[in-house]
């Protein structure tokens, strides 16, 4: 079984979050056995499952490792769409 030990704000740096892109939080769950995996999560997801510090995970460790990838995968695209598109602006204000 994982508990969530911690939840903290996702440290964003000086980029701010892409349009439409969902606030993320830092969660931090451990293992019974004494394992910890820390992974970014929509607080929204959270808020709607209830669950918060001391609570126990209720997704597979597994699972919410792949729904990261994906996440980081459809950040990445976002990245670089909005970087076209700032492109695109740039010549056609250039006109």
């Known amino acids: 079984m994982w508990s969530v030990t911690r939840i903290d704000e996702a ?8 349009p439409g892109e969902p606030l993320l939080v830092l969660v931090t769950i451990e293992s019974d056995d004494g394992r910890m995996c820390r992974f970014e999560c929509a607080e929204n997801w959270l808020l709607q499952q209830g669950i918060d510090e001391g609570d126990e995970w209720p997704e597979d460790i ?34």
């Open 11 to 18: 440290d964003y740096g000086c980029e701010e979050r892409m």
């Open 62 to 95: 597994e699972q919410v490792e792949a729904d990261r990838e994906q996440i980081d995968r459809m950040s990445e695209w976002m990245n670089k769409y909005y970087e076209a598109v700032e492109e695109m602006e740039d010549l056609f204000d250039a006109e």
